[in-house]
């Protein structure tokens, strides 16, 4: 159980989500030399020594500086971006600088902005071209403390100063150049349910268009990709509901930049494109993504596993399976996998494990049981009874074990060490005498995945 608990905290910590302060895990111990430069002429440009770093707390840009071109072929010399507060409270007074050096120059400020009123933390930044295929542009996303409110901001760099484009409030946002013309679009999901995409129009970055969702509760995440092979698409996790009626759901938008009737967004009806499965599914489930990486997105479909159904939530171990576009027309199961969030990996059921079965959601000839005190799932035939039982020889064992421990009884008894690490923890793996799978299965084939 300690085992467990340690996981989960680092599982928590280290989540692209996290919404709390950065600054304390993600401070370097020591800077490099040009990081020391920056600091010396960002201080210069700022009139002051006593400046505090902050970090985006999201996306791809995480560090204190960070560096970008302003022009696309990358031939403008080194941009620097930073994030920073003057003085000693870090609560107040939120800046954005942007440093330029030349091959034969040093460091000087191109330009400041100050967060918008109320904004106090970043939540991410992205460079991306929205004005001319040439040159990016600055997009951030500005953020209270807590991450409950949040704006968008677009600038541009011209000459020795930061012009603002746009600024729009936002709970979620993607950058995505959908039709492939070298040009972004801001597409933003807010608290009032909208999904807003944000262009530009007549010389001006403004909202172009808008789709209205369902009622919901608070966003899980937001993905682009393709739905199918000519079309993009919003995914869009969401909650719904409170407190243990709490669930995750999967809104899909589709984008088409040539629509005739004028509006890109598009809400999708799963029932008229053939899916007749909900995307409902536990709070703490999987999301959207490529899975199996074949260019589209997949959604989760989950379900109790064998023996688990009409038993309580709390405990009980689900089956997820993936459904996407297939290359010969229609939607279809992608893979089927159980999902141990607790201890951070995955395992996807292998062929010989499931029924035949042609429609989405797969039917297992296996369970799993959770021995919770050794953090071990151990792959059992079911019987086909109504009760759970764990009779006889399992056909595989997956159990973590911290780094620090000895994993000599472990090698002893028949464990092998799975691949790949995470944090502390290291997995392995017992396959019983007489099982119907193989260790050289489970890596050559991929079936044991880190989340």
């Known amino acids: ?24 895990l993600m401070r370097p111990p020591q800077m490099t030399e040009d990081q020391r430069e920056l600091d010396s002429a960002l201080k210069s ?19 204190a500086y960070i560096p970008f071109n302003q022009r696309i072929d990358g031939t403008d010399g080194s941009r620097v971006a930073a994030f920073y507060t003057v003085g000693p409270s870090e609560s107040e007074g939120l800046m954005l600088s942007v440093l330029s050096r030349d091959a034969d120059s040093d460091w000087r400020a ?21 004005v001319s295929p040439e040159y990016n ?49 801001l597409y933003m999901l807010t608290a009032g349910a909208q999904v807003r995409m944000a262009r530009l129009t007549d010389n001006a970055i403004e909202v172009a ?23 993009g698409a919003l995914f869009i996790d969401y909650y719904t509901g409170a407190g243990e009626s709490r669930r995750l759901d999967t809104a899909i938008v589709t984008v088409d930049l040539d629509r005739p009737d004028g509006n890109p967004l598009s809400e999708l009806i799963p029932a008229e494109w053939g899916i007749d499965v909900p995307f409902t599914r536990p ?26 159904t009409g038993r309580e939530p709390t405990g009980s171990i689900m089956l997820t399976d993936y459904i996407g576009f297939q290359a ?33 959601v797969s039917e297992p000839k296996v369970t799993v049981h959770n021995s ?40 002893e008894q028949g464990y092998e060490l799975l691949p790949g690490m995470r944090g502390l923890f290291r997995y392995y793996a017992l396959i019983p005498e007489g099982s119907d799978i193989e260790f050289f299965e489970i890596v050559d084939f991929g079936l044991f995945r880190l989340l």
Not at 49 to 63: A, C, N, T, V, W
Not at 168 to 180: F, H, L
Not at 332 to 348: D, E, P, W
């Open 1 to 24: 159980m300690i085992i467990a608990l340690m996981l989960a905290l680092m599982l928590m910590l280290s989540g692209c989500n996290l919404m709390g302060s950065t600054d304390s």
């Open 209 to 231: 268009a808008e789709e209205i969702l369902s009622p919901i509760d608070g966003y899980r995440q937001v993905c682009y990709g393709m739905l199918t092979e000519g079309l």
């Open 137 to 185: 542009n600055l997009v951030v996303g500005w953020a209270t403390p807590r991450g409950d409110r949040r704006r968008l901001a677009v600038y541009q760099l011209q000459g020795s100063s930061m012009v603002l484009l746009f600024d729009q409030e936002y709970s979620e946002c993607v950058t995505v150049d959908a039709n492939g013309d070298g040009l972004y679009e």
């Open 110 to 130: 191109l330009g400041h902005k100050a967060a918008p009123e109320g904004m106090s933390s970043v939540d991410f930044i992205a460079f991306v071209p929205m």
């Open 45 to 63: 440009a700022v009139g002051a020594e006593d400046i505090q770093l902050k970090y985006p707390m999201r996306g791809e840009h995480l560090s």
């Open 328 to 360: 010969g027309g229609g939607f279809g199961r992608v893979l089927s996998a159980v999902i141990n969030q607790k201890s951070g990996y995955m395992f996807v059921l292998p062929e010989h494990w499931k029924y035949a079965s042609p429609g989405p």
């Open 372 to 411: 919770g005190t050794w953090d071990e799932w151990s792959f059992y035939v079911f019987q086909g009874s109504r009760e759970l039982s764990f009779s006889g020889m399992p056909l595989l064992r997956i159990l973590v074990v911290a780094e620090r421990d000895d994993p000599g009884d472990l090698v």
């Open 283 to 308: 709070e703490d489930a999987a999301v959207c993504e490529d899975i199996d990486h074949n260019g589209t997105i997949d959604i989760p479909v989950v379900t109790p596993m064998p023996g688990y």
